[in-house]
């Protein structure tokens, strides 16, 4: 067990006065966020070893040991193409009962001066439960999409080092059984807005990250609402875990929705949801290699 710090959404930075509230919102590629962050102490837990008493379930996440044949994740073309197929398939080897799974996004993140898209220190969770089914109809046709809200769904984020071991800026997760409604706050997701081509709008979006203007951090000038995801306050009850050096081939589940979960009036202790985030570990070599990760956000659809 080790100890560090964590970032929460400081609970006295959204309101704007006695009586206004204004809901807090964040930018997809940051930085750029209208809340403040607070620094909260707490020992994180190693699991390695121990994977069997974490469940999707249960505690709102799952790793195994599940290699993969793409490497690079270099190629956006073969991530869809080829990988894509290849979480489906260990989705479907790993969940029982799965009727349908649609792939919806995914992000590459380096802790490289040139990505755009970097470790997010904050603890968070992707998708609040409006988010989860706006992506539902976004992504599925209407028929299809309001039969499919009728049973279980889930949204499983699957997260993977690339590369070299996660040991720079690994990723804890907290718990579910350690948190409350209460730690959940909704914040608005911004996306930069895109031109339309040929007539033609844009609405993927995979790959489209591009570096931001550090200068226009606390402006929502060219960006829209296309999402929304949950900050966690602090809490002392919250129970940080991770994977110790992760390697690529290992993965990691993180639940961000479940329709049957106890919070959404389902199964009583059944899981909803998995805040998660970077970390700096102390027992990290100084000389270990940045970290670089692939985060796969599927749609998981139950007989």
Request: hydrophobic share 30%.
């Amino acid at each position: 067990m080790t100890g560090s710090t964590f970032k929460y959404i400081d609970p006295s930075s959204y309101e704007q006065s006695d009586v206004a509230f204004v809901k807090p919102w964040a930018k997809v590629d940051g930085p750029g966020y209208s809340f403040r962050l607070i620094d909260r102490k707490r020992s994180v837990e190693d699991i390695r070893g121990r994977e069997a008493n974490f469940t999707t379930d249960t505690a709102g996440f799952a790793v195994y040991n599940y290699p993969a044949k793409e490497k690079s994740f270099t190629d956006d073309q073969v991530v869809r193409e080829g990988y894509y197929p290849e979480v489906e398939q260990l989705l479907r080897d790993k969940l029982p009962g799965i009727k349908k799974v649609v792939i919806f996004d995914h992000t590459i993140r380096r802790r490289q001066k040139a990505s755009p898209r970097q470790p997010v220190q904050q603890v968070h969770v992707d998708q609040t439960p409006g988010a989860a089914a706006v992506r539902v109809r976004r992504h599925l046709p209407a028929e299809e999409a309001e039969e499919l809200l009728k049973g279980r769904y889930q949204i499983i984020n699957v997260w993977r080092p690339i590369e070299n071991p996660a040991s720079d800026f690994p990723l804890a997760v907290v718990d579910w059984r350690s948190t409350t409604p209460a730690d959940f706050v909704k914040v608005d997701l911004l996306y930069p807005k895109r031109e339309a081509t040929n007539g033609v709008h844009d609405d993927d979006d995979r790959g489209k990250e591009v570096l931001p203007d550090p200068n226009s951090a606390s402006s929502t000038e060219g960006y829209e609402v296309k999402g929304e995801t949950y900050g966690v306050q602090p809490n002392e009850s919250h129970k940080f875990y991770y994977y110790k050096d992760m390697t690529p081939d290992e993965v990691m589940f993180i639940k961000c929705f479940d329709s049957y979960s106890q919070i959404n009036g389902g199964k009583k202790g059944l899981a909803d949801s998995t805040p998660h985030t970077a970390f700096v570990d102390p027992e990290t070599a100084a000389d270990a290699p940045g970290r670089q990760s692939i985060e796969v956000r599927c749609l998981v659809f139950y007989e």
